[in-house]
């Protein structure tokens, strides 16, 4: 093949203007973590022995206290944000000014984690920390953690509930603060903190909070230090979110379990009636069937169409990583099936099976759905339409469980709950403010970074957004194969270390 | 309404006959019972307390040891049948000889339960009877068991896991001998007893025990103590029992559950998957859609259709007890049904849903299926039916967990695994044997006892019939809403009482 040494393919130039080497404050902060990795460790493994559902009040308030002490030896002051009910999990809050700054950066990270059976965990439990020496998919084994003297690898992996979903990015952003402090390095805006303790739970109580300390949450832009990073390792920034809507939706056979000799297939069976209305849902092809399903949705702007154009094409490679040959959606790739509603059926339970399993008709069928919600769609209106679908399968939507009455007059009865859910959010990519915090991801990464218009996950950006009155980006860390809402949820190591750089260059960023 | 008082109506004719008083035996065998009732009712007591799922070898060997007691103070000769493998549950066999008789009839009943879930039983445990005043669904309460003076009401159940599947016939049956020895009269029938230990796991050594001992089971006719009487109470026999085979589907999503949000409508969800599998087998009217599913089905002989037509029809009764609008079979009547194959969806797991759900795409799904077989049904047959209907659907049918190369190859793979099942069986209802037994309990009857062909439910009947050249009948005594195989099983006393009498009669039949 010819070649013209004269004209530098565009690729090989843009290698050569990403690959030059960090500037000295990056340096700095490299060399102080290289310094500390034992150190930050302890500190990680430390906040990951406590439980944090949001639903254990008690060890949701160690979790608080912990961040709390945390925060403060590094100088921040620091309250807890607490609720009119004191059983609502507090918003740990931070504030930390510099002299001269003119802009206030709120990091929002939530120390609780989800729920989780432990017995699924391999040969670890949720909340006792463990070393691998790489991800177990990958055959990673179990270490010991290392002595002071001992080398940390990159590729070593940290598992445990919240390593990454959401407690690692707590401790990174100590970590950037300390290695400033240490550099004697000046930031440059003023820093907040807002760490939330029931995220995973929905976030229930958090427009209150957000009500009751509009005055104190003030800032020019809310960071979100939650979510992964690209597929391929890329480093990303994302604008804005997906918002969720839960349903859990009940159908009815007899009023108790029947021997399936005696009354099947003349009793009937709602793990059937369950399979038609939830096959009834989508096509083949994974395109959700319920009329007005994907009316509202707001088109993207150039900018993100652009962003979208530029992002990797990582489909393939993610297929054979997930094992399996063929994805849903028509077709269309993960990108841009993010950019529109979706629709998951999270869980089925009916009757036994297994070594549980015996010959039973059983009383009744329970499916749970979660349906994303992109810019335009609102969550009760897409409710609205699940009812309607449902409606037309010859179903009467029942809130609480039927009585008799009910149960003798209705052949199909589906009980529906559903949670309030909140929208979509996306911030203009063009924003000035947006664009210095890309810069200074950008100026910390030897790659070209991927900018989302969205992530495919759920955030409530969309109430910050409406009680702040600021823009809204994200810049996550952890690797995205970290397990994250599942059992064995990890962090890779060297996102860590990649993590404290990029959170101190947005923290002394120009 | 004009009436010829010259010409009794046939159905007054038949009230007239079935209301004579019953005869001496009968009346002897009951007041027998009403001065026993206390003690029969701790014999049953006693024996529910001891835990028998079939895989809990220690129990079982408690249960059977205690059998063999009780059969052993009735003068009943005893052993155990043992497999060759030490595990498996024995059979408990008696044998109790008649000077001068000259039929043999074996009692078939067995020991083991279902497994249960404790937690689910209302406010009492499988293992620890309980008496109340009547059934929890008609507002039965507990009450002590009573003192020696107290009246004992026919309407009280017993409370406890295999009350009426399958030990309450055991209990009726020594009772039965007990009350003819009391009154000094002569069994009329050599009498052999087969207790099994293993039937509610699918009786999967019995084939061997039965050749093992084949010359010991030499009987004229077996009799299946099993089973519940008819739904409005009435006595019941029957000819026959329909086969079985089972089935476990589980399909496959990614090789881990991943986040909704990131991922979800992208990758593949094996719970919509599964649901639109599932809802592929069977249309609207519940009618199976597999193809050939009813093809090998072997009509009813005429006096089959006869008894048939002459079985009450209760099933708005049924209907409106078990809390339904509309069964399923497009309109055929619970007694047609059960003379068809059926298959019945007993489970289905993916995910979580309740307090436990999170919002994940599952990594697999599962359901359970049970199909019930009727004469000229093969059950391996039926299961390739099932197979190449999932075929069909487009998916590859594996045996073990597909590993890596298999998911990335094949968009759609259905683990199946199976088991071995058993026909089903009718004796003609003409034989002379079976006349004789049905004279019996009409004997002790005040209204026209039921005949079914069939029982909707499995027995092992087909291995009997195989083995032992003799025919089976089966003749029921606890009540149908016994809610076997389910949490809450029970039987009532009223029903223990009658099967005293029923039992009896036989034993003492002319």
Redesign the interface.
């Known amino acids: 093949m010819k070649s013209s040494p004269a004209v530098l393919p565009t690729r090989l130039l843009t290698i050569l203007v990403l690959s030059l080497p960090l500037n000295v404050a990056a340096q700095s902060i490299r060399a102080y973590r290289q310094a500390n990795e034992h150190k930050i460790l302890q500190e990680l493994v430390s906040l990951l022995t406590i439980p944090n559902v949001a639903a254990d009040r008690a060890n949701i308030q160690r979790n608080a206290d912990k961040i709390m002490e945390m925060l403060r030896q590094r100088g921040v002051e620091t309250r807890l944000l607490e609720h009119v009910r004191p059983e609502v999990p507090p918003v740990v809050f931070g504030e930390l000014k510099s002299p001269g700054a003119k802009e206030t950066i709120m990091f929002y990270c939530h120390y609780d984690g989800?729920?989780t059976?432990s017995s699924k965990w391999t040969d670890t439990k949720p909340w006792e920390p463990v070393l691998r020496t790489n991800a177990i998919?990958a055959g990673g084994t179990i270490i010991p953690f290392p002595g002071s003297s001992e080398k940390i690898s990159g590729e070593w992996r940290v598992y445990a509930r919240s390593s990454s979903d959401d407690k690692s990015p707590i401790v990174v952003l100590c970590t950037a603060l300390d290695a400033h402090r240490a550099n004697k390095v000046p930031l440059t805006a003023n820093l907040k903190f807002f760490f939330e303790g029931e995220e995973e739970a929905g976030s229930p109580h958090l427009a209150d909070i957000l009500r009751r300390y509009k005055d104190l949450l003030k800032a020019d832009i809310w960071i979100t230090a939650d979510?992964?990073v690209h597929q391929n390792g890329q480093k990303l920034v994302f604008f804005g979110c997906?918002g969720?809507v839960?349903a859990?939706i009940t159908v009815?056979?007899?009023?108790?379990?029947?021997?399936?000799?005696?009354?099947?297939?003349?009793?009937?069976?709602p793990?059937?009636w369950?399979?038609?209305l939830?096959?009834s849902?989508?096509d083949?092809t994974?395109k959700?069937l319920i009329p007005g399903f994907y009316d509202d949705v707001e088109p993207l702007r150039q900018t993100e169409n652009e962003a979208l154009a530029e992002s990797p094409d990582y489909?393939r490679t993610l297929?054979?990583e997930?094992?399996?040959?063929?994805?849903?959606?028509g077709g269309?790739s993960?990108n841009e099936?993010?950019n529109?509603p979706?629709?998951?059926?999270?869980?089925?339970?009916?009757?036994?099976?297994?070594?549980?399993?015996?010959?039973?008709?059983?009383a009744t069928?329970?499916?749970?759905i979660?349906m994303?919600l992109v810019k335009g769609n609102d969550p009760q209106r897409q409710v609205e339409r699940l009812k309607e679908h449902i409606r037309k399968q010859g179903y009467i939507i029942v809130s609480t469980d039927p009585d008799?009455e009910t149960?003798?007059?209705?052949?199909l009865i589906a009980k529906m709950t559903t949670s309030d859910g909140y929208k979509a959010y996306r911030t203009p990519m063009n924003l000035p403010i947006a664009q210095k915090i890309v810069g200074a991801v950008q100026s910390v990464s030897s790659e070209k970074i991927v900018r989302m218009p969205t992530?495919?996950?759920?955030g409530p950006l969309s109430l910050f957004a409406e009680f702040n009155d600021a823009p809204q980006i994200g810049v996550p860390i952890v690797n995205?194969d970290n397990?994250?809402?599942?059992e064995?949820e990890n962090v890779r190591i060297q996102n860590l270390w990649d993590g404290i750089e990029i959170y101190a260059a947005i923290m002394a960023m120009k």
Do not use: C
């Open positions: 989800q729920p059976d998919e979510g992964p997906r969720i839960s859990e009815y056979g007899s009023n108790r379990a029947l021997h399936s000799g005696h009354y099947g297939n003349w009793a009937p069976n793990a059937m369950l399979s038609k939830i096959a849902m989508k083949e994974g959700v489909d297929m054979k997930l094992g399996f040959a063929q994805s849903e959606g269309k993960l099936l993010i529109l979706s629709l998951n059926v999270s869980g089925l339970s009916s009757g036994y099976v297994g070594s549980q399993s015996r010959t039973l008709v059983p069928a329970t499916a749970r979660d994303r008799r149960r003798v007059k209705y052949p992530l495919g996950g759920s995205y397990n994250q809402h599942s064995n």
